[in-house]
């Protein structure tokens, strides 16, 4: 019986020793997939404002940032799923996982149609939607870290919305300009909606990730 | 120990008590949100019915409508979120309120491209959309307040798949209508697809609602 | 106190006995599921070889693959949320069912549109789009099979997402290639983006499934 209560004692010891290490290698993980979403964010802008200097390069960075960020999230995966404690719901991990995910690859998404349709400069309403993704990741890389902080994550989850709803009139907006301008340039302006419909995918993909993080934050004791 | 029984029985009196109370304002909340998705397919038909009468009142109006929603959403996610005890599971209850305001939001944001492209009438196969659409609002509404009705539920579930499977159908022949005209309009019809491909994604959200309510109804016991 | 045990021994039993047949009876229909959308992906694949020679034919079999694949779904759904136990975690089985049949919508919706669109000949790299898909349903029918095969599972997951990343690419291409074109045509090349939309959906949809078996096999004991 005394070797019964010891033996579980132990194990309430070595779980109590793993969790904290566990936990914290979950959150440098979180922490660096969204930092790479910061990364992407930049690289987004910079191909905005820059023309054609380092184009090629800034490019190729955006391809290995979303390269990087893959192998993150299949990390996280990996630890979510074989984890036998979790510091959070496993369902809202893979979702939180998953949705930064998105958030990279519809930027990635967008700088390769850049690419791919050679396009030199973007309207003024896109270049303020890629400043709206390159204020979401700031604000989704600055809460990460504190996802047990209900006043932080209130306040991200507000500010994310009003970008996003402030994203999506201009969205529409910067359709109704472009699809009301020269006929004739109608395949130059297909290109532009492209990238456009990929920068507007990101902003509901940093929406989503509020969401997901506002019940996490919700559901804390 | 009869103390301990004693403050048992008292916790239960409690739960008990509060409970039902509980559900109800949850329940309340989750009419009054089905209700407004009626509201907005009303005003989605007023504008497609009513030409320039009244536009820019009903426009307003649907903006208010998505708003009032956008706050229900956010209280019932708050409720599900800090409940000790929810009427359904919470996963099933996140998807549901997520799923209903994905529904005004689709509805929403066809009427600002209508507002933005200054689109006067639509198509005879959107305005059939918009038909569907109200249609779908008035199922949805009446099957909320009695989601623990399995053959009611059924019954939903059978339509509104049945009116998704047809609103599928008549969105594909639309946009091969509208992509076998006159080529010289070509501005003109892709703003009508913008409108059309958000009819279409209200539609899916419609279909997604009935499949979570159809999950929440066979959990049942 | 005996009679307790006994009637609980019983009840185990009882389980004991009903679990592999319902387990068995699921995977039945898991293997259907992934089994149609085989067929499907060659039906697609001969509509694009064949040009007219049994095309209506070829059209009509994929709308009742469509039809049957729909049926299994809400077979498999109610058999989820019907039983007491599950073979997985029940949100798990829930998204794998809803992401097979979100891959044959997307197969059945490109059919649908080659069909209203009237599209004889689809680009050579809509063609590579449809043997990706090909390939990714003969994957994931051969692994549902297998799901308790970690082995197998991570070789499948790996190669689903190589293809979707090729098929990215591929897609980017593609409109890149098609929105370069003759200006003239402009009307055609939009027939033709939405099939090639839908096919990207397609393969987009079975890289979520691969997401979902990979959840699935990790959480295995």
Redesign the interface.
């Known amino acids: 019986m005394a070797g019964l209560s010891k033996s579980y004692v132990g194990s309430a010891l070595v779980v109590f020793r793993l969790r904290p290490r566990n936990d914290e290698m979950f959150f440098e993980l979180l922490v660096s997939a969204s930092g790479l979403l910061v990364d992407g964010a930049r690289l987004l802008s910079g191909l905005c404002a820059d023309g054609d200097a380092g184009r090629a390069d800034m490019i190729a960075r955006m391809h290995e940032v979303e390269h990087q960020a893959d192998e993150i999230s299949h990390a996280l995966?990996?630890r979510v799923?074989?984890s036998f404690i979790t510091p959070f719901d496993r369902?809202d991990l893979?979702r939180l996982v998953?949705g930064l995910d998105d958030c990279m690859d519809h930027m990635d998404?967008a700088v390769?149609?850049i690419d791919?349709?050679a396009l030199a400069q973007l309207p003024p309403r896109a270049v303020a939607q890629v400043e709206i993704i390159a204020r979401m990741a700031e604000l989704t890389a600055a809460v990460v870290s504190g996802l047990r902080d209900p006043a932080r994550v209130r306040d991200y989850v507000v500010e994310v919305n009003r970008l996003e709803n402030e994203a999506?009139?201009g969205y529409?907006?910067l359709?109704?300009e472009l699809?009301?301008?020269d006929?004739?340039d109608?395949?130059r302006m297909?290109?532009n909606l492209?990238i456009v419909q990929e920068l507007e995918a990101a902003c509901n993909a940093f929406e989503r990730v509020a969401?997901t993080v506002?019940?996490i934050s919700?559901?804390e004791p």
Request: no cysteine; aromatic share 4%.
């Open positions: 995966i990996r799923d074989t369902e893979h998953s998404a390769d149609f791919v349709h999506d009139r529409r907006r359709r109704a699809l009301s301008g006929p004739m109608v395949l297909l290109q492209d969401h506002e019940g919700l559901k």
